[in-house]
DNA sequence: ATACACGGTTACCGCAACGAAACCGGGGGC
DNA sequence: GCCCCCGGTTTCGTTGCGGTAACCGTGTAT
């Protein structure tokens, strides 16, 4: 249920689930309960905090419906779905740099072991 | 004295001050004190967590000389200079589209105003 | 003796992000 | 009466990023 590997590294968009609301809505409009379940653990609270900036921001839009039981819908913008592109290059970016990363990082853990002992 | 107008919003690579290091050592390496000059108010102490967590995830290399006075340098490595492309599609996104963002504030700000009023 | 240059380190602190857990209201079903 | 659905809200606590201010060692210049 992994996005893209960008959550697990120093090159992020927006904040922590911003990008993956993106990608949640990009083929179309979701309800709450959706975006909740399909994301890793979010609490509701954390959701409603990153769904409402993205709408201040006009990210997306926020649809009531008159009906029993409630029900919400989120939609990107134009501007959300511009947001997909960047992404992408974030991703594509990510992907292929990555290991190389982790890899630094390895060989800079080691040599500071290596140094403390 | 700014990178690219990513800094005011929900769009950012790395942490506060990586984008900006990228920048001001795209074109060759610079001395800790020249950075700290060229950038806006960074503290010693926020400038070297930035460079070595930089170091540490093998994006720049960090130079000692056995001078009086002491001298060091940072250098981007191949892997620094690769996030420069992702970089340039950050600001190009955002030039292009912050116009957007803060208009969508401005529209939710008075929207808000008059429920309250 | 004092000051300055360089490249930092140290101790402390505030704020915002994030998270866990409980709760809410309006309805429907058993 | 009880629990479920949906879409949240509320409270509390933790973590981490970033900032402020002071200090450090080494050497050189005045």
Redesign the pocket.
């Known amino acids: 249920m992994e996005i893209c590997p960008s959550n697990a590294l120093p090159v992020r968009i927006g ?3 911003t990008a993956w609301v993106v990608r949640l809505l990009e083929h179309g409009p979701r ?3 959706e975006l909740r379940k399909d994301m890793g ?6 959701l ?1 905090e ?1 769904l409402r900036a993205m709408e201040r921001d006009g990210m997306l839009t ?1 649809t009531e419906f008159d009906e ?5 819908e989120y939609e990107l913008t134009e501007l959300g779905h511009s947001l997909r592109a960047l992404l992408d290059h974030t991703c594509a970016w990510t992907r292929e740099n990555l290991p190389l990363i982790e890899a630094a990082r390895r060989a800079n853990d080691e040599a500071d072991h290596a140094r403390t002992a």
Chains 1, 2 share one sequence.
Do not use: A, C, N
């Open positions: 904040d922590k689930w309800r709450f309960t653990r979010v609490t509701p609270k954390v409603t990153t926020r029993i039981p409630p029900r919400v």
